[in-house]
């Protein structure tokens, strides 16, 4: 947040490229920050319009990758697809449809928990398959390959 902080003391507006790119540090930082970095990301896109710049597909799966990035923080791995799932919320509140690529980001939240042996979004594969039909997103091979990526990390 000091560049963004930097490039308004030099007078120049962040676009939504700038601000995209913060959410990827956001969503780095999520390795290591968890459920928090997703937060101040959610933030930030409510701040977007001050600066006119409107969150567009881009910028919410760069969040949704920080919530994937957020299952292997020790701070409550399981709470990844619930967060994401508020993003998608957020998303769809502010006009922007997610995709399958969307859901699949999300889904492989699933795989890094399974990963670091945490098998507790497993569980929630058919739910988030259900989200996405409920959103009217069809799932496809990448989506269907994650999810037995997940399964296959799970068993061991």
Known sequence: YEVLKEMQAA????????LN?????CANAARGGGIKAVDRGLQLIETMGRYGAEPNRVTFNTLLSACAQ???APDNPGGALAKGM???TVMRSKGVQPD??????????GVRAAAQGDPSMVAQGPTLLGYMKEAGVAPDAVTYTTLIDMYAKAAG
């Open 11 to 18: 007078g120049v507006s962040p676009n939504v490229a700038s």
């Open 21 to 25: 790119a913060l959410l990827g540090a």
């Open 70 to 72: 957020a299952a292997t």
């Open 86 to 88: 508020q993003v998608i």
């Open 100 to 109: 399958v690529i969307s859901f699949t980001t999300l889904l492989s939240a």
